[in-house]
């Protein structure tokens, strides 16, 4: 009721209803005339007299303040109540989109079941200050987990928990670069990186991938002389291709030889769907050139924030420093719980499951590519991965380019990334990135369904 009665006083003032110098009722007579308590009334007075919307004066009662500078008539567009628009919680996804995993075979049950048990009666442990490395317990159970999945042998203090790529980015380039210095990248490779690499001070070369993958020697000799390079050597972000072993073990030679480092962007290596996942590049460094940066994100679920990195132990000083004084954004809430999440087995139980699961959402898109637009799009069967390249037909090749193709089927209500966007200059290849694993098998051939008809109007 004060909250109510507060807020038709300010109203009336600002529509010029009530007008300075104007006396209102006292609280009590107010009170009678309203049907409510006294304390209402002198509540609501008090604290419009605090607001300096009305005055006290001594023996003559409340009035609206004398001195009030002309007020704003307030409209719908000032945001009142009435002009409340209901807004979405996330942007909805739409057919093809890159990146994201299923969202609805998720075992939530299970997640808030140990959120509940953990933050229903926290340990004071967790209450206090964050660490800035991230949650112990969590560094332990990414550590094991790598071992077992990844080949990869670390500590937990290695283990860096991050809010995702960019975070990780911004850390090494702080810790291990400096401004001006040169990192070579993939060509097509993932702009996020790239962006986060310049937005931190360092130059970015695009050095061309092939069959093999990242081809260090397709670039010139300056480049042999760079500070790092980033790669994607598990699967070629966007084409897919596997860094072979050869191409590995070169990069490692090179860094042992420049004094570099390689940044490992392991963003969906978890999900292969022949066999193990490969070990990662990481695991053949014997010399602590490698940073190895993975997600939990793309996992799982966008909206958990968080992300991790292994740094070599010659730059942890340099890393914690850094984290020290600015802070981690990784925020530390889930954390606990994605701890005991790991630990329990439940994420490797996870990644099992949606392994199947995205193995049949792929071979459905394919299915639905060769059923539906056949001679307009063809992709090719991947290992792994949670996307396909389509390649652009016969025709579509001769008759309009890959952003044109995008652009239509935005128009019907799907998103396909032109593969041309992904080069650093001219691209060499026409395609489509066409996201698979958020799609049950229905939404995807009603959605190559629905790009055929955009594209043959």
């Known amino acids: 009721m004060q909250t109510q009665l507060s807020h038709a006083l300010r109203e009336l003032v600002h529509a010029s209803r009530l007008r300075s110098g104007a006396r209102l009722p006292s609280s009590r007579n107010l009170a009678l005339e309203l049907g409510v308590s006294r304390v209402t009334t002198t509540a609501v007075y008090e604290q419009l007299v605090a607001e300096g919307y009305l005055e006290g004066r001594r023996g003559s009662g409340v009035f609206i303040a004398a001195d009030l500078p002309s007020l704003p008539v307030r409209t719908a567009r000032d945001g009142s109540p009435d002009s409340r628009q209901t807004l979405p919680l996330n942007d909805p996804l739409v057919p093809f989109d890159v ?18 048990r953990i933050w229903r009666a926290p340990n004071a442990g967790i209450l206090g200050r964050p660490p800035a490395m991230g949650f112990g317990p969590l560094r332990t159970a990414i550590a094991q987990h790598l071992n077992e999945w990844r080949g990869i042998l670390c500590s937990p203090g290695q283990i860096v928990v991050t809010s995702g790529l960019v975070e990780a980015v911004e850390l090494i380039s702080k810790a291990a670069f400096a401004a001006g210095d040169t990192v070579l990248v993939e060509d ?18 695009p050095v061309c991938v092939d069959a093999q993958g990242f081809n260090l020697s397709s670039g010139d000799q300056a480049h042999l002389c760079a500070s790092a390079v980033a790669v994607t050597p598990s ?43 490969l070990p990662a590049m990481m695991s053949l460094d014997d010399s602590e050139r490698v940073i190895y940066i993975g997600s939990f994100s793309k996992v799982m679920f966008p ?9 070599p132990y010659r730059l942890q000083k340099n890393v914690a420093a850094i984290l020290g004084r600015i802070g981690s954004k990784a925020a530390l809430h889930a954390q606990p719980v994605l701890a005991e999440f790991i630990a329990s087995g439940s994420f490797a ?8 699961l995205y193995a049949e959402r792929q071979k ?39 952003i044109e193709v995008s652009a239509r089927a935005h128009e019907a209500g799907l998103r396909l990334a032109p593969l041309s966007n992904f080069y650093f200059g001219p691209a060499a290849r026409q395609g489509l990135v066409m996201g698979y694993a958020a799609f049950p098998p229905q939404a995807l051939s009603d959605g190559v369904i ?5 594209l043959c109007d």
């Open 349 to 356: 139980t996870h990644i099992r499951r949606m392994r199947r």
């Open 303 to 311: 909206a958990l924030r968080l992300g991790y990195m292994i740094v």
């Open 188 to 205: 097509p490779g993932h702009k996020v990186m790239a962006n986060a690499l310049a937005g931190s001070g360092v130059t970015c070369n």
């Open 450 to 454: 629905r790009l055929v008809a955009a």
């Open 235 to 277: 699967r070629q972000y966007p084409l897919g291709m596997t860094l072979s072993l050869t191409r590995r073990l070169e990069l490692l030679d090179w860094a042992k030889n420049c004094d570099g480092f390689i940044l490992e962007d392991d963003y969906d290596g978890e999900f292969r769907y022949q066999g193990q996942p």
């Open 364 to 402: 459905a898109l394919l299915n639905a590519l060769h059923t539906h637009a056949s001679g307009l799009l063809s992709a090719d069967p991947e290992t792994s991965g949670m996307h396909l390249v389509a390649e652009l037909g016969p025709g579509l090749a001769g008759r309009m380019r890959d």
């Open 99 to 116: 990146g994201f995993p299923d969202l609805e075979t998720f075992p939530y049950r299970e997640w808030t079941r140990i959120h509940d």
